[in-house]
C-alpha cells in the first residue's frame, strides 16, 4: 500500500502563495491520477483538483481554477499544489491522495485512497 506524507503548509495573509508537497513510497505512483481535497472546520472533505499519471491532464474546482496549479514529478514521487492568490475561505487541512484504478473518471473523496496525514494552510484576511 503506498503511503503519502503531506507538507508546506503554513499561515498566509490573503492574497499570498503556498506550495504543497505530497511524497509518495513507491515508483508506481506514475501509473496512478492523484487528487488534492480539503476540509475546513465542521465541513465535508472536497475535491480541489486532480492530475493524471503522466501529468498531462489536469482538473479543478470552480473556486479554485485559475488559482491553483496542480503538478507532479514522477521522477521524485512527489505531487505539488501551487497555491496563488489565496483567500480566507481556502483555510482548511490539505490531503492528498490516490484514486482508485476501478474509478475511472471519479472526482469522489470515496474514489480515492491512501490518504495522507494532512497539512494545514491558514489564510488571513
Known amino acids: 500500500q503506498v503511503q503519502l506524507v503531506e507538507s508546506g503548509g503554513g499561515l498566509v495573509q490573503a492574497g499570498g502563495s503556498l506550495r504543497l508537497s505530497c511524497a509518495a513510497s513507491?515508483?508506481?505512483?506514475?501509473?496512478?491520477?492523484m487528487g488534492w481535497f480539503r476540509q475546513a472546520p465542521g465541513k465535508e472533505r472536497e475535491f480541489v483538483g486532480a492530475i493524471s499519471g503522466t501529468g498531462r491532464s489536469t482538473k479543478y474546482v470552480d473556486a479554485v481554477k485559475g488559482r491553483f496549479t496542480i503538478s507532479r514529478d514522477n521522477a521524485k514521487n512527489t505531487l505539488y499544489l501551487q497555491m496563488n492568490s489565496l483567500k480566507p475561505e481556502d483555510t482548511a487541512v490539505y490531503y492528498c491522495?490516490?484514486?482508485?484504478?476501478?474509478?475511472?473518471?471519479?472526482?469522489?473523496?470515496?474514489?480515492?485512497?491512501?490518504w495522507g496525514q494532512g497539512t494545514q494552510v491558514t489564510v488571513s484576511s
Open positions: 491522495a490516490v484514486r482508485r484504478r476501478g474509478a475511472p473518471g471519479s472526482y469522489l473523496v470515496a474514489d480515492f485512497t491512501s
Open positions: 513507491e515508483r508506481t505512483f506514475s501509473d496512478y491520477t
